[in-house]
């Protein structure tokens, strides 16, 4: 069976599991940051945040991911206890309600055993596990999923991105390894939009296939990236069509899991896109 299209069963933190292969799975982006670059203010308060995640799930979200430091280019830092303080009240109610699986977006590692402690089944960390090695400890005592993306910010970068993915993760994946994180626990991410420049996202998009000589489902996050402005001109609010455009090549490339905002663009787009690799399997 072609990569990317085989039942797999990553485990995650409180006996969870996720189901991947076969059909496209939808992480919905729940940014509680002032700042965030197409949603920044928007969820910071509980109540417009706990509405936001029914209609994520009500429109096909399986995994909620809460962020509370936005990562676009040139956003300010914030310290990690600012962090903690605006995700975990929402993971302890999304946990109560026990209606999804849950991600913590965060490379620090106090925040993801706060988070994993508050009831995220998920660590999903920009920095592969590269910025503060101990959220692999986190992952490894927990049993919680860990997604290791590739980040080319502030780094030297080979002339072909594939290669250098290769070689960001597989420095990550010692580091996870190391420190006890099981295979069955790995996702990737292959880091669209965490560039210097828009100029990566397209050859990255392009050769994505080459991932799989890793072993290990990927997850794909173009959601309104600035890529997508740079070709279709819209602004970030308005690129959910050409997200679902990229969704669709991934999933064609054996991605599996979505990171989007519009998970209903994202839904249909990848409806069609599984039922055509269904019948590629029968």
């Not at 995650?12 to 509680?32: D, E, F």
């Not at 998920?122 to 986190?138: H, K, L, M, S, Y």
């Not at 990229?246 to 839904?267: L, P, Y």
Request: glycine letters at 10%.
């Amino acid at each position: 069976m072609k990569k990317g299209f085989e039942p797999v069963s990553p485990a995650l933190a409180h006996g969870a599991y996720l189901s991947l292969g076969p059909k496209s799975v939808l992480m919905g982006i729940l940014n509680v940051t002032p700042d965030s670059f197409s949603d920044g203010g928007k969820f910071i308060d509980a109540e417009q945040a706990a509405t936001h995640v029914k209609a994520m799930i009500a429109q096909g979200a399986s995994i909620i991911d809460v962020g509370g430091e936005s990562t676009r280019p040139g956003a300010d830092p914030v310290d990690g206890e600012t962090e903690r303080a605006r995700v975990l009240p929402i993971i302890e109610a999304l946990a109560r309600n026990r209606e999804t699986l849950i991600s913590v977006d965060t490379y620090r590692a106090k925040t993801a055993a706060a988070a994993v402690e508050a009831g995220a089944h998920i660590v999903n960390d920009i920095w592969g596990c590269q910025r503060e090695p101990d959220i692999a400890g986190v992952a490894a005592d927990t049993g919680a999923g860990l997604i290791i993306m590739n980040n080319r910010r502030d780094r030297s970068v080979m002339d072909d991105l594939l290669d250098d993915a290769i070689a960001f993760f597989e420095k990550s994946l010692v580091i996870a390894t190391n420190a006890g994180v099981k295979e069955s626990q790995i996702i990737l991410d292959p880091g669209f939009g965490f560039s210097d420049t828009t100029d990566d996202d397209l050859p990255l998009l392009g050769g994505l296939e080459r991932l799989h000589e890793l072993g290990y489902p990927l997850l794909v996050g173009t959601s309104r990236k600035r890529f997508l402005g740079k070709i279709t001109g819209r602004d970030p609010s308005e690129r959910g069509v050409a997200t679902a455009a990229t969704s669709v090549v991934a999933r064609m490339k054996g991605a599996t899991v979505f990171r989007v905002h519009d998970i209903a663009h994202n839904r249909d787009a990848l409806a069609v896109a599984d039922a055509l690799i269904e019948q590629g399997l029968k």
